[in-house]
């Protein structure tokens, strides 16, 4: 396990993201690690990230799922990229092009959420990243996210 | 057009939301309006909420998805209530079962967001919403949200 958050290896200029920008004072601070196989994040929600007292806000939720989503993608594509023989430098940035969250049941707020994600499907340049969301032992969240590498014309 | 938000006339118990509740003082504050056909609600993002300068972020963009989505269900579930021979008092609260967010085009910061919402179908006690968000006069993001009466387990 990389023990730098994928998202602090995105380049400086992409670091401002609110979920998960190193550089984005107000954010969320999502940070992400991978193994090669699988993604996991940790995240506890602030006492003000509720949907009902008691339980947390599923925009939240959706954000955990997308940050760590798109990190999971951008850390296999530098993972593809080593193998072909580039150089280890930045992380290229994948953006999101739909985002799909299954609320099984409702997500407790006070225990650390925990998230993992892995590949499920390739599609041409899009990669489809599975990620679960774990309170204790039990999924509370599932959700996918269809990754795309980030557009020329929002650089 | 009902000039109280949809989300002001949620019971206050159920007020708390982060993305729309009135006594969440941390919160977003999201207000949609519904006049029997279409729901509306206006946006304009922080300055902060951006995934890369100059771009709303998708997490935002799903919650507001969310908010208005949920909002619109427990609307049109009270105008349903009000035809049955109901009494017009608070309305029913609803949760996002799944949530949908298919990211079109890039979201610009600085305009105000507009979203429209309608009922797309019914499943036995679910509503599917459709929600479109616009920046200017070009949709930027499509969203479905699967609503369902609140659980009693949650109350």
Known sequence: MNEEPIQHRYPEDFCHCYGCGKLNEEGLGIKSHWDGRESVARFTPAAYHIALPGYVYGGLLAS???CHGVGTAAAIAADEAEE????????????TASLHVYYLRPTPLGPELVLKGRLKEKRKNK????VQVFAGEEIKVKGEVVAAPMPRTMR
Do not use: C, K, N, S
């Not at 990669?127 to 599975?130: A, G, L, R, S, Y």
């Open 127 to 130: 990669m489809v990243v599975e």
């Open 84 to 95: 072909a023989g580039g150089e280890g430098t930045d992380l290229p940035r994948y953006v």
């Open 64 to 66: 955990l799922v997308d």
